[in-house]
């Protein structure tokens, strides 16, 4: 085999090793989320038909369902998105019935496309100690460690633990890693208001006006 062909295969292998191992396979592939407001009749006769199909696949599960206090005969009803059961960070969608049964509206964000993996290394419990380790906090029984999948930037999906973690300072939402232990985000969960131009934490840990 010539020097060429030693170097060409060598390439090969290294690209190989690296698709294995690359870190968004093992978390999830890229989401393609959808942005829903649907109010137009051919807008909710599209997004009706694809809720009720997600939710007859157990993609999507009720979490909330209300009558509306201010208009009689309407309902509100609130959906969440899952993959195995587990909660996707963010992804919900909103429909709203009137007295007849019928949809007047949707509103939410859902991903298209996610496969992934939903069964975490770590327990709660020892979620619960890397927690306590981290911010001396322990955490009260009735408020255990959640599984969920955390949508990234870099258009990847990772399985978390949420817990939210009071201190003197401030109420912090964490997210842990399921496999690893290893904090992906944090953000501050208080609700602060000042006088001044206002600085808050987004919903994936970065600083905004």
Do not use: C
């Not at 890229?30 to 696949?57: F, G, K, N, Y």
């Amino acid at each position: 085999m010539t020097h060429r062909s030693h170097l060409i295969t060598g390439v090969i292998a290294v690209f190989a090793t690296a698709l294995v191992s690359s870190p968004s396979r093992l978390r999830g592939q890229e989401p393609r989320l959808r942005q829903i407001a649907a109010v137009t009749p051919a807008e909710l006769r599209t997004w009706d038909s694809q809720v009720d199909r997600m939710i007859r696949s157990r993609e999507l599960e009720m979490r909330l369902d209300r009558e509306d206090t201010l208009m009689a005969g309407r309902r509100h009803t609130r959906y969440t998105q899952t993959v195995n059961g587990v909660s996707i960070y963010g992804a919900d969608v909103a429909r709203q019935t009137d007295e007849k049964g019928l949809t007047v509206s949707i509103f939410g964000d859902v991903y298209e496309g996610v496969s992934m993996s939903t069964t975490p290394s770590l327990s709660t419990d020892r979620v619960r100690e890397l927690i306590a380790a981290r911010t001396g906090v322990d955490l009260p029984a009735d408020r255990a460690p959640r599984l969920m999948i955390l949508p990234r930037e870099n258009g990847t999906f990772t399985l978390v633990y949420t817990a939210r973690v009071a201190t003197p300072e401030d109420i912090t939402l964490y997210f842990i890693d399921a496999q690893t232990g290893a904090v992906v985000n944090q953000r501050s969960d208080a609700k602060r208001q000042t006088s001044s131009v206002g600085i808050g934490i987004g919903v994936l840990g970065e600083r905004k006006k």
